[in-house]
């Protein structure tokens, strides 16, 4: 029997890593798909570790996914209605390039002297689209914990994007590391609600229970976020 085409390299090395197995790729439209082009674009990819391929990945499916993308909230507003050319990002520098390491410039990503993203902050940038899953890949631990990333604060505020279709069980895989979610005023009426409530009471529990009265409330609500 002839031997199956094998996956290009890259798409090979994320395999393990991915969020569907691989499904998600075959779909060439799919913002997944989009996110692997570019990362296969990068100079230099295949010498790079799996953390590092994995980390563009995950990037580049937020821009994917929430750059020039109607959604619900656009549909309904008029200032986006009949556009021909629908709008991107207002600020993408770093984004578009072949060269460049996420952390040595990439606009909204702060990263540790690990190069390990830390903070994901993209402030009233016409994000619009649906915020995707992937970004637990950049989780400091749990089940998506990749290397690539040690989250510990994300900041979408002002901005036109939903989250992943009103799907919010993907939140409790962002890790224990994650101190500050910040949703802002347009995301806020068009999230889950069940986001907020879980997210609030687990920064509550932080700040005012002992490790012991942690591991009490974990058996009646678990939390990844707890720590």
Do not use: H
Not at 65 to 82: C, E, L, M, Q, S
Not at 106 to 122: L, N
């Amino acid at each position: 029997a002839p031997t199956p085409p094998q996956a290009p390299v890259i798409q090979q090395r994320l395999l393990p890593y991915v969020l569907e197995g691989g499904a998600e790729f075959n779909d060439p439209e799919s913002y997944q798909s989009k996110a692997l082009a570019r990362t296969e674009e990068q100079v230099g990819i295949e010498s790079m570790t799996d953390a590092k391929i994995v980390q563009y990945y995950a990037l580049y499916c937020i821009y994917n996914a929430t750059n020039k993308v109607p959604n619900p909230i656009t549909d309904a507003d008029p200032r986006f209605v009949g556009l021909v050319d629908f709008p991107e990002w207002i600020i993408n520098t770093g984004w578009n390039s072949n060269n460049l390491d996420p952390c040595a410039g990439w606009f909204g990503v702060t990263c540790d002297a690990s190069s390990r993203v830390i903070e994901f902050t993209m402030v009233n940038n016409l994000m619009t689209g649906s915020f995707p899953p992937e970004v637990t890949l950049l989780a400091s631990d749990g089940e998506r914990a990749t290397g690539a990333g040690l989250l510990n604060y994300l900041e979408l505020s002002n901005n036109e994007v939903r989250f992943n279709s009103f799907d919010s069980t993907w939140t409790t895989c962002l890790g224990s590391n994650l101190r500050k979610y910040l949703l802002g005023e347009n995301m806020s009426s068009w999230c889950d609600y069940r986001i907020l409530r879980v997210l609030l009471l687990c920064e509550f529990w932080k700040q005012n229970f002992s490790s012991s009265e942690e591991q009490d409330l974990r058996g009646i609500f678990p939390c990844s976020l707890l720590v």
